[in-house]
């Protein structure tokens, strides 16, 4: 398995301001992946970060909007921008070290005023 | 097609009972299910995971049964635990979308003593 970190684990933040969340991994990873969880609810795949282009995002979330880097295999951010109260959520990082098997970091708890 | 449904929403069972969550699946190209553990605060855990070539797997107290036929599969928790009260999330993958997992809506699990 792989040790995930986030930075920040929690976060207030005004209405119309950006919030960057980093995701460092103990080792070389082959996909990192951004999920959000609503309270209560289950996991939705934002985008997976890509190493060196552009990430994929599925349908409903664009890259205007969450701009994702991944600058080398250990490490990728999530930027919530221009954010709202509908953006309140724990935002996840994911990663698969080859096979299918996804491991979760800790989360990033968003609430937006 | 893509979705992966889950059943119960929430489950109360006595300690020292089985629990057992019921999840199914449309897409026949899924070849990878995993259960996660989530605990509040915490992001989910992988717990055990099953692929269509077995019918059961095993793992200490913790079962997945799958029946391909029906498209269904199941985690069975034996001699349920109060320490095994979270949230439970079946999820499906398909190994050609470079290990993208669909998930269900999730169990919340409480054991009482």
């Known amino acids: 398995s792989a040790v995930i970190s986030q930075k920040p684990s929690r976060d207030i933040c005004q209405r119309g301001t950006s919030l960057t969340i980093q995701c460092q991994v103990d080792?070389?990873?082959?996909?990192m992946f951004w999920y959000r969880q609503q309270p209560g609810q289950s996991l939705t795949l934002i985008a997976t970060?890509?190493?060196?282009?552009?990430?994929?995002?599925e349908s409903g979330f664009v890259i205007d909007k969450f701009p994702i880097s991944r600058p080398n295999l250990t490490f990728s951010t999530l930027t919530v921008s221009n954010m709202s109260p509908e953006d309140s959520s724990i935002y996840l990082c994911?990663?698969?070290?080859?096979?299918?098997?996804?491991?979760f970091g800790p989360g990033t708890r968003l609430t937006v005023l | 097609q893509q979705q992966v449904k889950q059943s119960p929403q929430s489950l109360i069972v006595q300690k020292g009972g089985i629990s057992i969550i019921n999840c199914a699946y449309e897409?026949?190209?899924?070849?990878?299910f995993p259960w996660y553990q989530q605990f509040p605060g915490k992001g989910p855990a992988l717990l055990i995971a099953?692929?269509?070539?077995?019918s059961e797997k095993k793992e200490g107290r913790f079962t997945i049964s799958f029946n391909k036929s029906a498209k269904q599969f199941s985690l069975h928790i034996m001699d349920s635990q109060p320490g095994d009260s979270a949230t439970y999330f079946c999820?499906?993958?398909?190994?050609?979308?470079?290990?993208?997992?669909?998930f269900g809506k999730g169990t919340k699990l409480s054991v009482k003593p």
């Open positions: 994911s990663v698969a070290t080859g096979t299918d098997t996804q491991y």
């Open positions: 080792s070389q990873v082959t996909m």
């Open positions: 970060a890509n190493q060196g282009s552009e990430a994929t995002y």
């Open positions: 897409n026949t190209a899924f070849d990878y």
């Open positions: 099953i692929r269509p070539d077995v």
């Open positions: 999820a499906a993958g398909d190994g050609g979308s470079q290990g993208n997992l669909i």
